[in-house]
Each structure stands twice: as structure tokens, then as C-alpha cells.
């Protein structure tokens, strides 16, 4: 449940910059039709739905340039391997202050059978589906109210139903839906508002609103979810609105826009995310926007389309990792820009850990082989296997020595925060002492007795990493 829980929180988060970039881009195209910021909501509703997106140089998410899942196009921006840490380790975003807090934290709050992320985590899944079914329960009922309160409802024709017990005009149903109006409405005030129900019917709308309300119900906890709902209802309105206009002609506009406040002011509380209610909310705006509509020119509307089109497939593209476009930077045999790229504040993140590892050199004749994490409780420990074809590298006065990882170890405690212990097993397969296994540790401990100080403040930069290196390679 907690990886379905990081999955959403992750698409949520991303449908949240997603959203910023639309409600920049429904500002800046307010002068146009409203079914055009309408369609732009959609780009929204692919975030929220679909983990995984194809790339593209084109992309709003390049300015903030999140983390891919390694192997897919899925992004990333909380990991989904948090659950399984088993070291409590707080990452507040700047190194200097983590490592702080993780330094002063009580050890029984660090040192737990059952980790303080995975704690962290079980509790917002909980919250999550809580508040989930609430808001889901909430709306079923309020739609079941709704029924029975139309159901003596007195067809006039069609799927136009007339009743007393609703004050304003809305549709209802999803597999056949009808258009229920209140008692006494005057037949020049119906034309135009069945029309603009009708029009709900057509573009099914009646399916879009619920869809999209079942959507919010999932990511409630986000309030930029709230806001984009209720911008594309008001949205849906406008455009239905401007539908009626241009069909209608002009000379409406004054009737229409009486009627919409009329109707608003005696509407009976229906719920919103339900019924697609006439005069719902958004008063004020609709009927300035009414008054405003100008049909515009068939060139204008291809400019327009273009313009969403392109917006949606920004909106929609995963960025481009910038690792495929640029150079690595490599310093005696390390690739800083990787190294520095994938230090982390704890050893259990397999994947930073395995960039570590693949951005540093290795001793000729030596493959590697895997690698083993210990997280369980302290020390934590990173076990590198590797496989030796050739000994030459790595022999010291005829016995096999461990002085060639010792440059590689002295890094990776510097760019892993919590790690105690670095470790390299050679299995031989030179085939002169086959089966034999060598295992050399490197303690940070150890290391720092050595250096003098915590090795760790040379990871803060990629000039820091650079010094670190001269220095082990001076001595």
C-alpha cells in the first residue's frame, strides 16, 4: 500500500508544476475562447493518471529537471525505495543541515526495528485512504440525495424533466443523462439554458466532471489539485456559456446573463462534483465573460489550437535527462559530475550508491560483481564484490593488498552520509588460487584518524572532491 501511496504522492507532485504551467498559460490566453483553457486541463488529468510519459527537449518539468526511475520514464520526485531504508535519516535539503540533525537526532528515534520513514510513510498512507473515502462516501451520498430528491420529477419531452424541488437547471445521470429545470421557467428562458445543458450532453460533460472529481478524491491532500478543479468547472461553464452565445447570437446576452444571476441566487446547495448545475458558482465572472464573448476569426481559432497543442505535449513530456546532452567530467579517472550527481545522505538508497560505484575506476583485471547493503541497524556497512581475472593490480610484495580501493573507499565515505564501513571481496578466478575470497574494510573511523577530519566536508563540492583526491593520491 505504501508504494501505491509514494506512486500517487509522486504524480501528484508532478501534475503540480503541471498545473502552475496552466493556470500561467490560462492567464495569459484569457482573451480566448474558454474551451481552449478547458482543453489545456487535460494535460492535468494525463499527470495525475499516468505514472509513466515519454521525453522530450520540450518539457515546463526542464526547469526543475526531476529524477527519472532508473530504467523507465517514470518521475520521481520522493523514492520509492524510502520504505525499505532501515536508517532513520532526515534529509531537510541542504547537507550541512542534515547531517545536524541526523548527528544530534536520539539514537533510539535512529536506531528502530522498523524504520522512521517506513513509520512516517505507513501513517500518510493511512491519512491518504482515510481522507479518500471520506470525500468518496461524501459524494456518493450527496448524488444518491440528489436522486431521490428528483425522482418525482414530470417528463416534458425528450430527457427534459420539470420539478419543484430543484431552483436551477442541471444534468444528471451517466449512461443516460437528463436535464432537469425548475417548475415555471418561461419558455424564452429555456431555449437558451437547455441549450447550454445540451451542450454538457454533447461534449459529455456529464462523464469529464465526475471523472475529474474521482481524480480529486484520490489527490485531496494536494491543494493545487482543489484549485485546478474548480478552475476547470468554471472553465466548463464559460465555455458552455460562449456556446449559447455564438449560436444564439449577441442579442441573449442580457437575458441570459438576468437569468444565470437569477437562478444562482435561488439555487438550493447541490453538490459540486456531481450535478453539472446552470447557475452552480463563478457568477460574477461568467456573466462578465458573457458580456465580453466575441466569436473569433477561423484564423485566430488555428492559431489557438496550436498554441494548446503545444502546451499539452510541454506539459505532458518528460524532460530529457541533461546527462544525455552533456559531457561527463572526469578528474583522474573519476567522473565527478556522476559522483557528485548521486551522493547521498544514506547508504540504503541502492541506486545513488550503484552511481557511486559506476563513476569511480577500477583496478585492471578487476569486474565487478554486485553489491551488498547493510541497513539493519549500525554500522551500516556497503559490501563491493568484484571478480578478479588478473592480480597484477592488486598485489603488493606477492600477497594480494588492499591499497588500490583505499582511494575509492576514502570517497564513497565521503559522498554516503551515513555509512560506517566500506568493504571490497575479490573472489579469484585467476585461476591459481580459484574459490579464494579477499576482503579488505575501510572504516570511517579509521579514515578520519587518518585524515584528521571528517572526510565528509570535502563532498560539499565538486572543487572539495577534486582536493580530496589530490591529497590521498599525494600521500
Known sequence: MTSLFLSILNMSI???FVAV??????FILRRAPKIFSYMLWSAVAIRLLIPVSFTSNFSVLRLIQPRTLAGTNVVEFVARDMGMQKSA???AGMRELSHIINTTMPAAMKVTSVSLMQIILWIGCIVWVTGATIFLLYSVISYLKLLAKVSTATLVKDNIYETDQ????FVCGFLKPKIYVPSGMSEHELSYILLHEQTHIRRRDYLIKPFAFLMLVVHWFNPLMWLSYSLMSKDMEMSCDESVVGKMGDQIKKSYSTSLLFLAMSRSGLVSGSPLAFGERNVKARIKNILAYRQPSSQKIA????????LVVGCTANPKPLSQTSEPIYYSEYQIDKLMKNKTLYVGDASKVGGLI???PKPEGIQGNGIALQTIAPPYGLTVHYIMDDATAVTREGAISGDAFYLNSVLLLSLIDN?????HSIADHTGRYDGAVYSFTFTKERVEQQLGED???YAVDEAGLRRLIDRLESN
Do not use: E
Open 455 to 457: 572526510v565528509r566536508s
Open 166 to 169: 430543484v431552483a436551477t437547471p
Open 358 to 360: 559506476s563513476g569511480m
Open 21 to 26: 504551467a496552466v493556470i500561467i498559460a490560462r
Open 14 to 16: 508532478t501534475a503540480s
Open 303 to 310: 492559431c489557438y489550437v496550436l498554441v494548446i497543442a503545444v
Open 89 to 91: 535519516v532526515v534529509d
Open 419 to 423: 555509512v560506517d564501513s566500506i568493504t
